[in-house]
């Protein structure tokens, strides 16, 4: 099946390259010159465990080809995949221009019968939208007699699993009114389904709305168990005991219940405010997704209010030790990274930083610049001189340091956990002066 993936970013490429895997014959467009003569060498821009072995053999194969040339793209293919960025409006909404604009050269690009599948996270009634759009230029054009469908077939993938997970999806959604779209999806996506997982058929609008809802709930999940974290440092409870407590309990479930420095990445962040402005523009109040932005945001200053209290609000001419930058383990993606604000506001109040990631040090010099901050290529070696260590991405390499060498190195035994990877009483027989949160 011929198809057409726009937007070649972490959803658009792993989704391009797992059809393309599954024998389809793929083009994967972008804007972005650069980035396309880059994938065409078989250079991946992004890190994604698997994804570059992957692209390699489907470019070698010439199933998947990249290029900038939409109309070609678009007049060749039956399915075209949305897959561009919705990023954060100034209030919050998604930014709807990129998807719109792709929109647009869909409408006058087509010349046969199309099936439009949106997977950038929308807001409900996005589809909508697109289809107005396809049909002006259409109209412009005379053309308005070509039949066209839009789907909503938003994507679940995780960054630093997105490989597999878009192999082995837990679920497909597909939201569309139309039966010819519905069973040329079943059949692209049959291959990705054979382990039993459902195909879930459904209207758009609850399709796009699905998206939404799965990130806000996962996002309440960990800024409740943020705000209990409070609650533990102020009575001695542990959160790590509450968590395997209420976890264990079959109707709640163990996953995205860590307490932490809170959530980050593309995703969490942006699209629980795009879902309290949707309810902000149908007139309707959502108090739940703003108490669950406002306490995540909370985090990253309760975690700075820990590193304040020890140095008793003095850290002019200190240095500290970051280990992890990315937003979570397995991803260089940095966006709305915790790291970020903390980093931020250690250097505003004079701290000498030094960073070690294992694969986001390109990412960071990009975001954070190069002022009281030194990049280094060794987890060991950023704590020379170090008054303090911050540990705050889980990538596993940081659960079993050598503590004898680190105490060998840093001036000060010295650590601030925002990701509870050690065991209080552990570290405090260690000789280290250790705080995580709400234990
Ligand atoms: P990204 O920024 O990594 O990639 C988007 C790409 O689209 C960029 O390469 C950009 O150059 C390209 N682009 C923009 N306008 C274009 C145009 N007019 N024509 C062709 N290409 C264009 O974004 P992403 O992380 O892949 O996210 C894409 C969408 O998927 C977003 O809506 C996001 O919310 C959603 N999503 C992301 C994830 C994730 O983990 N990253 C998971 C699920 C859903």
Redesign the pocket.
């Known amino acids: 099946m011929k198809i057409a993936v726009?937007?070649?970013?972490?959803?658009?490429?792993v989704t391009g390259t797992c059809l393309a895997e599954m024998g389809n014959e793929v083009i994967c467009?972008?804007?972005?010159q650069a980035?396309i003569n880059s994938l065409n060498k078989g250079i991946i821009p992004?890190y994604e465990p698997g994804l570059t072995e992957m692209v390699k053999t489907n470019l070698a194969e010439g199933r998947l080809n990249f290029s900038t040339n939409?109309p070609r793209a678009i007049k060749e293919s039956l399915f075209v995949f949305i897959?561009?960025?919705?990023p954060p409006g100034e209030d919050g909404s998604?930014d709807l221009q990129?998807v719109l604009?792709?929109a647009r050269?869909i409408g006058s690009s087509m010349e046969k019968y199309l099936i439009v599948i949106n997977?950038?996270?929308?807001p409900v009634g996005t589809a909508q939208k697109v289809r107005q759009v396809i049909e002006q230029q259409l109209a412009t054009r005379q053309k308005s007699k070509f039949k066209f469908d839009v789907v909503s077939n938003?994507?679940?993938?995780?960054?630093g699993e997105?490989v597999n997970d878009f192999l082995e999806p837990d679920r497909v959604i597909i939201g569309t009114d139309s039966s010819e779209a519905s069973e040329h999806l079943r059949e692209l996506y049959a291959p990705f389904v054979e382990n039993g997982n459902p195909i879930l058929f459904m209207d758009i609008l609850s399709a796009e709305l699905t998206?939404y809802a799965a990130n806000a709930m996962l996002a309440s999940r960990i800024s409740f168990m943020n705000e209990l974290s409070h609650l533990c440092d102020a009575t001695g409870a542990n959160i790590e005991m509450v968590r395997r407590g209420i976890g264990s309990d079959n109707r709640i479930g163990m996953p995205f219940l860590h307490a932490g420095l809170g959530y980050g990445?593309?995703?969490f962040p942006?699209?629980v405010k795009a879902l309290i402005q949707t309810f902000k523009e149908k007139k309707l109040d959502s108090y739940l997704l703003s108490a669950v932005s406002k306490v995540n945001q909370r985090q990253r200053d309760y975690f700075l209010s820990k590193i304040l209290n020890y140095f008793k609000n003095d850290l002019s001419g200190l240095t500290m030790a970051v280990w992890g930058l990315a937003f979570k383990p397995h991803t260089d993606?940095m966006r709305e990274a915790p790291s970020i604000d903390v980093i931020n506001a250690l250097r505003s109040r004079g701290v000498k930083i030094k960073v070690y990631d294992p694969v986001a040090i390109k990412t960071a010099r990009k975001i954070l610049g190069e002022e009281q901050i030194e990049y280094l290529e060794d987890e060991y070696e950023v704590l020379t001189g170090a008054e303090a260590l911050l540990l705050l991405t889980e990538w596993p390499q940081f659960k079993r340091p050598d503590f004898n060498r680190v105490k060998s190195i840093m001036k000060k035994n010295l650590i601030f956990d925002g990701r509870n990877q050690y065991r209080p009483q552990k570290m405090k027989e260690l000789g280290f002066t250790y705080f995580s949160i709400g234990r």
């Open positions: 726009i937007g070649s970013g972490y959803v658009g490429l467009l972008d804007i972005d980035k992004i939409l897959a561009v960025g919705t998604a990129y604009d792709v050269e997977k950038s996270t929308v938003p994507e679940f993938l995780r960054e997105a998206k990445g593309s995703c942006k699209d993606d």
